[in-house]
């Protein structure tokens, strides 16, 4: 079974940079879709950032630029490289995960798509 656990937030300033890992208990990590998402007061969990079947980000709008998707699979670890951080940044982050064993899916589905989640890491920008 797939565990997920979520370190690095924090409390930075405007523009400040946070690096989030999701290390991942799994015998069969390469056989996970893994993105990132994040959640603040009063609005849907969004996707940060994806990664498809061939390695190729994708990232919300918002974040272009700024954010990097890693993924390790020798150290079961997906990253989540954040700079230029903003106020708006400010949500829980979460590590999120979908089985895909025979690698027939391009891992660019919609959120619904991921059925294992970690219990988040809190990220503040603040002025």
């Known amino acids: 079974q797939i565990q997920l656990k979520e370190s690095g937030g924090g409390s930075v300033q405007v523009g400040g940079s946070l690096r989030l890992s999701c290390v991942v208990t799994a015998f069969n990590f390469d056989n996970y879709c893994m993105g990132w998402f994040r959640q603040s007061p009063g609005k849907e969990r969004e996707e940060v950032a994806g990664m498809d079947s061939g390695g190729r980000p994708r990232y919300a709008e918002s974040v272009k630029g700024r954010f990097t998707i890693e993924r390790d699979n020798a150290a079961k670890t997906l990253f989540l490289q954040m700079d230029a951080l903003k106020p708006e940044d400010t949500a829980t982050y979460y590590c999120?995960?979908?089985?895909?064993?025979?690698?027939?899916?391009?891992?660019?589905?919609?959120?619904?798509?991921?059925?294992?989640w970690g219990h988040g890491t809190q990220v503040t920008v603040s002025s």
């Open positions: 999120a995960a979908y089985p895909n064993p025979w690698g027939t899916s391009t891992c660019s589905g919609p959120a619904n798509d991921y059925n294992f």
